[in-house]
């Protein structure tokens, strides 16, 4: 069944649902807060007062007051503040009662002996002062110190701000640390051993992720990250994500009143960077800002063999060595604005823009040896990559009149632009022979709108109902051109050259409905459906790509609360991975003649059952969750490499086999796992954190006649140790297994930092001094490709060590404010990266 929502007729499928009569009550334009908050109907008695801030003497809004009777202990009325802090309780009888008062972030209060009688019918109470639940110090607000990682009901969350490990490092650095997550040297992200991962920021997609998300998580400085979700059993009301899950990257963001903000710098001998990060927050309006800068620095060699298995037991053999350095950086700023027009509606928005570039200089030299051949060369290869994105993000929350009952309208557009260029001069004898240069021009356009309503059914059940139209434009525009020096100079290639674009727009609703079973039994089940249109062009060759199709995408999911410390969760999941533009641009990269890779266009999404059962417990001051996992993809994109005559994608009648290597739907891939996660103090000064993750994988690939499977492994373990005035130290230590390819093996590796920390100014400012890998010079990274036609081997080695010293220093006043939520879209259906696994 093909269901097609064209733009027009999604606008018309939000005006249905709003004429039925779940909708129509949100079109009716309630009334803001009156002080009048609830009526008791027991006499003709009113109390009056209002709540504030014992501080700043500001209003504390929507604070909760509830009026007891002292004779019998029960409520008989109660409810929210308006917005300036202001409430009236009336029709009390004669009695004397007490009042409750309270709010998130402050200390809950008693009014004692509140009495009414016949001469007595209206008290007014004047100004109630609640402290905040957080005490100051010098003007820098001291709180409860979070778990380095806490397991919630549908996620887990890594406070990558308790870990001084990741001060001066990147995003990349602390995505490694956080439970199920492993990041390889190259920056490409796994989830429990599988690379088909969404990942957002601040609940948000950001193109800045949708062409490289290696490239991308260089960008964001780990000293911007407050904490990492994962969430392995999304529900339908995310998008269709694929087999492992959601990454959300929460950044620093303050929601308190006043003004304050924070420097951060940081230097080593692969990087640097320095920010500042400005807030305020004054009544209805909030501001926050962000701006800075950071570079890096990476050296690095190689040494590859593949051996080429002939006819009539020939073979022929590639040797390739090489070193490269890698030099980069950029700046990114932004500003958000949030303002609450009345206590039910709030608005933000917000925008961000990136600037990143890079330069890789490469030397390699090749010898490729056979009968007939042998064909010695150097190649001298200079990368340049810049690449922009804008984001901006819009949201309007109204919280209606009954609890959690809310609509949320949602846009979002956000724009990357990139460019690749490459020189390359090939030298024979020490003389230039050869000269090639290729640019390519991309560029990608998302356009959102999203619509989410939540209603409660009971006092258990809520529906959740939503619709959301994702509009997406890719563009590729790609050149080379060569120069054989026999004086006609460069000239472009027409067969290496053309424009591509590529649109793809999805359409989806949804509907969820969760409800409790007694007190220990919560179950949520939805579906989700999604209609995807495709439409691509090879401008340039008048060649058009057209495709559409409907998937319709259940969840269920179920959690048990066996008593108040130990909790069972079970999930099912079916979800769609549609390919990114890394496995779609038709771009052939050939800055090495001799291993030749492009994306295809013609990828089709991948299906993935997802199944998973976990276990969390909690004794004394330990946290233990262990959890059990299956999925299974039937139409898996792999990577696969080919030995083929470099006539087929060369311009040339040589026939010498190249390997070329590209995306396919060719494998049937199923993992079955268990993974481990801990936290517990040893001591009242001493923390250890660890998580371990073992599966096994299984591929096959029946188009090519391939077998293959393993087990592979990933962990990591965080101790932490705090000393006295203000001194404190962390370990933090990562590894991961070699991983099973279709047709091989890719590297594992191990990395770990040591770092101390000093608190100075009072705790205004910080200094740590952290060191990477001390004990090992270079990381080794061996991969490995095997097929009966040819073996491929490629050991890597990445001078790592890093020694880094990092400043912060935090401003401002802070007082206790307490934020609304609010609400922005999250685009979870792209395959990202260079692909994975599982």
Same mark, same amino acid.
């Given at each position: 069944?093909?269901?097609?929502?064209?733009?027009?007729?999604?606008?018309?499928?939000?005006?249905?649902?709003?004429?039925?009569?779940?909708?129509?009550?949100?079109?009716?334009?309630?009334?803001?807060?009156?002080?009048?908050?609830?009526?008791?109907?027991?006499?003709?008695?009113?109390?009056?007062?209002?709540?504030?801030?014992?501080?700043?003497?500001?209003?504390?809004?929507?604070?909760?007051?509830?009026?007891?009777?002292?004779?019998?202990?029960?409520?008989?009325?109660?409810?929210?503040?308006?917005?300036?802090?202001?409430?009236?309780?009336?029709?009390?009888?004669?009695?004397?009662?007490?009042?409750?008062?309270?709010?998130?972030?402050?200390?809950?209060?008693?009014?004692?002996?509140?009495?009414?009688?016949?001469?007595?019918?209206?008290?007014?109470?004047?100004?109630?002062?609640?402290?905040?639940?957080?005490?100051?110090?010098?003007?820098?607000?001291?709180?409860?110190?979070?778990?380095?990682?806490?397991?919630?009901?549908?996620?887990?969350?890594?406070?990558?701000?308790?870990?001084?490990?990741?001060?001066?490092?990147?995003?990349?650095?602390?995505?490694?640390?956080?439970?199920?997550?492993?990041?390889d040297i190259d920056g490409n992200l796994q989830l429990r051993g599988s690379g088909n991962i969404r990942v957002l920021v601040n609940g948000k997609p950001s193109t800045i992720l949708a062409n490289n998300l290696a490239?991308?998580?260089?960008?964001?400085?780990?000293?911007?990250?407050?904490?990492?979700?994962?969430?392995?059993?999304?529900?339908?009301?995310?998008?269709?994500?694929?087999?492992?899950?959601?990454?959300?990257?929460?950044?620093?963001?303050?929601?308190?009143?006043?003004?304050?903000?924070?420097?951060?710098?940081?230097?080593?001998?692969?990087?640097?960077?320095?920010?500042?990060?400005?807030?305020?927050? @004054?009544?209805?309006?909030?501001?926050?800002?962000?701006?800075?800068?950071?570079?890096?620095?990476?050296?690095? @060699?190689?040494?590859?063999?593949?051996?080429?298995?002939?006819?009539?037991?020939?073979?022929?053999?590639?040797?390739?060595?090489?070193?490269?350095?890698?030099?980069?950086?950029?700046?990114?700023?932004?500003?958000?604005?949030?303002?609450?027009?009345?206590?039910?509606?709030?608005?933000?928005?917000?925008?961000?823009?990136?600037?990143?570039?890079?330069?890789?200089?490469?030397?390699?030299?090749?010898?490729?040896?056979? =009968?007939?051949v042998n064909d010695i060369f150097t190649r001298d290869i200079v990368t340049k990559e810049q690449n922009t994105n804008f984001d901006l993000n819009f949201g309007y929350t109204r919280t209606m009149a009954k609890p959690?009952?809310?609509?949320?309208?949602?846009? +979002?557009?956000?724009?990357?632009?990139?460019?690749?260029?490459?020189?390359?001069?090939?030298?024979?004898?020490?003389?230039?022979?050869?000269?090639?240069?290729?640019?390519?021009?991309?560029?990608?356009?998302?356009?959102?709108?999203?619509?989410?309503?939540?209603? =409660?059914?009971?006092?258990?059940?809520?529906?959740?109902?939503?619709?959301?139209?994702?509009?997406?434009?890719?563009?590729?525009?790609?050149?080379?051109?060569?120069?054989?020096?026999?004086?006609?100079?460069?000239?472009?290639?027409?067969? @290496?050259?053309?424009?591509?674009?590529?649109?793809?727009?999805?359409?989806?609703?949804?509907?969820?409905?969760?409800?409790?079973?007694?007190?220990?039994?919560?179950?949520?089940?939805?579906?989700?459906?999604?209609?995807?249109?495709?439409?691509?062009?090879?401008?340039?060759?008048?060649?058009?790509?057209?495709?559409?199709?409907?998937?319709?995408?259940?969840?269920?999911?179920?959690?048990?609360?066996?008593?108040?410390?130990?909790?069972?969760?079970?999930?099912?999941?079916? @979800?769609?991975?549609?390919?990114?533009?890394?496995?779609?641009?038709?771009?052939?990269?050939?800055?090495?003649?001799?291993?030749?890779?492009?994306?295809?266009?013609?990828?089709?999404?991948?299906?993935?059952?997802?199944?998973?059962?976990?276990?969390?417990?909690?004794?004394?001051?330990?946290?233990?969750?262990?959890?059990?996992?299956?999925?299974?993809?039937?139409?898996?994109?792999?990577?696969?490499?080919?030995?083929?005559?470099?006539?087929?994608?060369?311009?040339?009648?040589?026939?010498?086999?190249? +390997?070329?290597?590209?995306?396919?739907?060719?494998?049937?891939?199923?993992?079955?796992?268990?993974?481990?996660?801990?936290?517990?103090?040893?001591?009242?000064?001493?923390?250890?954190?660890?998580?371990?993750?073992?599966?096994?994988?299984?591929?096959?690939?029946?188009? +090519?006649?391939?077998?293959?499977?393993?087990?592979?492994?990933?962990?990591?373990?965080?101790?932490?140790?705090?000393?006295?005035?203000?001194?404190?130290?962390?370990?933090?230590?990562?590894?991961?297994?070699?991983?099973?390819?279709?047709?091989?093996?890719?590297?594992?590796?191990?990395?770990?930092?040591?770092?101390?920390?000093?608190?100075?100014?009072?705790?205004?400012?910080?200094?740590?001094?952290?060191?990477?890998?001390?004990?090992?010079?270079?990381?080794?990274?061996?991969?490995?490709?095997?097929?009966?036609?040819?073996?491929?081997?490629?050991?890597?080695?990445?001078?790592?060590?890093?020694?880094?010293?990092?400043?912060?220093?935090?401003?401002?006043?802070?007082?206790?404010?307490?934020?609304?939520?609010?609400?922005?879209?999250?685009?979870?259906?792209?395959?990202?990266?260079?692909?994975?696994?599982?």
């Amino acid at each position: 069944m093909k269901l097609l929502l064209t733009p027009r007729r999604s606008l018309l499928m939000l005006g249905l649902l709003a004429a039925t009569p779940l909708f129509r009550p949100l079109l009716a334009q309630n009334a803001p807060a009156t002080a009048e908050v609830a009526k008791p109907n027991r006499g003709t008695g009113k109390l009056t007062g209002t709540v504030v801030n014992a501080a700043t003497n500001q209003p504390v809004e929507f604070a909760n007051v509830g009026l007891i009777d002292v004779a019998t202990n029960k409520a008989i009325g109660g409810g929210t503040c308006d917005e300036k802090g202001r409430f009236i309780l009336s029709n009390i009888g004669a009695g004397t009662y007490k009042l409750n008062v309270s709010f998130v972030g402050f200390q809950a209060k008693v009014v004692e002996q509140v009495v009414f009688t016949a001469a007595n019918a209206n008290v007014d109470l004047g100004n109630i002062s609640l402290a905040a639940a957080a005490q100051q110090l010098s003007e820098v607000k001291v709180v409860g110190e979070r778990e380095l990682v806490e397991n919630k009901v549908d996620r887990i969350v890594y406070n990558a701000d308790k870990d001084i490990t990741n001060n001066g490092g990147t995003a990349a650095d602390v995505l490694q640390k956080a439970p199920l997550l492993s990041v390889d040297i190259d920056g490409n992200l796994q989830l429990r051993g599988s690379g088909n991962i969404r990942v957002l920021v601040n609940g948000k997609p950001s193109t800045i992720l949708a062409n490289n998300l290696a490239d991308a998580l260089r960008q964001i400085p780990a000293d911007q990250i407050k904490s990492v979700e994962v969430i392995t059993s999304p529900s339908s009301k995310y998008d269709a994500e694929g087999t492992a899950g959601v990454v959300n990257i929460i950044l620093k963001k303050s929601n308190l009143e006043g003004v304050n903000g924070s420097i951060n710098g940081a230097g080593s001998n692969r990087g640097a960077f320095l920010s500042s990060t400005v807030n305020t927050r @004054r009544g209805k309006l909030g501001l926050n800002t962000n701006a800075g800068t950071n570079m890096f620095y990476n050296v690095a @060699r190689n040494a590859s063999m593949r051996t080429e298995f002939l006819p009539e037991e020939g073979r022929s053999t590639l040797q390739q060595n090489g070193n490269f350095t890698n030099l980069g950086g950029g700046a990114f700023a932004q500003l958000g604005i949030e303002y609450d027009f009345t206590p039910k509606d709030a608005f933000n928005l917000s925008g961000r823009g990136n600037l990143f570039g890079y330069t890789n200089d490469r030397n390699q030299r090749t010898a490729y040896v056979g =009968p007939k051949v042998n064909d010695i060369f150097t190649r001298d290869i200079v990368t340049k990559e810049q690449n922009t994105n804008f984001d901006l993000n819009f949201g309007y929350t109204r919280t209606m009149a009954k609890p959690k009952q809310e609509l949320s309208v949602l846009a +979002l557009y956000s724009q990357n632009k990139g460019n690749t260029d490459y020189d390359l001069d090939q030298r024979r004898e020490e003389f230039i022979d050869y000269r090639e240069t290729s640019s390519n021009d991309n560029r990608n356009r998302e356009a959102t709108l999203q619509l989410d309503y939540i209603q =409660p059914v009971d006092s258990t059940g809520t529906l959740e109902l939503g619709l959301k139209s994702i509009l997406r434009r890719v563009s590729s525009d790609y050149l080379v051109a060569a120069d054989s020096l026999d004086g006609r100079g460069l000239l472009p290639i027409p067969s @290496r050259s053309n424009e591509f674009r590529y649109d793809q727009n999805v359409y989806s609703t949804y509907a969820t409905y969760s409800f409790s079973l007694g007190k220990k039994l919560t179950l949520k089940a939805g579906t989700r459906v999604e209609h995807t249109r495709i439409d691509g062009d090879f401008i340039t060759d008048n060649i058009s790509l057209r495709t559409d199709y409907t998937n319709v995408v259940p969840s269920v999911q179920a959690a048990y609360d066996i008593n108040k410390d130990n909790k069972l969760k079970l999930s099912y999941t079916r @979800r769609i991975q549609r390919p990114g533009i890394w496995f779609l641009n038709p771009y052939v990269n050939l800055s090495d003649r001799r291993n030749i890779s492009s994306g295809n266009p013609k990828v089709d999404p991948e299906l993935t059952d997802a199944y998973e059962l976990a276990y969390s417990t909690y004794i004394n001051k330990s946290t233990i969750n262990f959890s059990g996992y299956f999925r299974q993809t039937n139409n898996a994109i792999e990577s696969v490499s080919r030995l083929v005559p470099s006539n087929t994608v060369l311009p040339t009648d040589d026939t010498t086999r190249v +390997l070329y290597s590209t995306f396919l739907n060719v494998a049937r891939n199923a993992t079955y796992g268990l993974s481990a996660f801990g936290s517990t103090k040893i001591t009242p000064k001493w923390s250890l954190n660890g998580n371990i993750n073992a599966y096994y994988l299984q591929l096959r690939s029946q188009a +090519l006649g391939l077998t293959n499977g393993g087990v592979m492994y990933n962990g990591n373990l965080t101790s932490s140790w705090t000393f006295d005035k203000g001194w404190s130290a962390q370990f933090s230590g990562f590894f991961n297994s070699r991983r099973v390819a279709l047709q091989g093996r890719t590297p594992g590796y191990r990395t770990y930092t040591i770092a101390a920390k000093k608190e100075l100014f009072n705790k205004k400012a910080s200094l740590t001094l952290g060191v990477v890998n001390p004990f090992n010079r270079k990381l080794v990274f061996r991969s490995q490709l095997e097929t009966d036609r040819f073996d491929y081997t490629n050991n890597s080695y990445f001078y790592n060590r890093q020694i880094r010293l990092s400043f912060n220093y935090q401003f401002g006043k802070l007082d206790t404010k307490p934020a609304k939520p609010k609400k922005s879209i999250r685009n979870d259906d792209q395959k990202q990266g260079e692909g994975g696994n599982g």
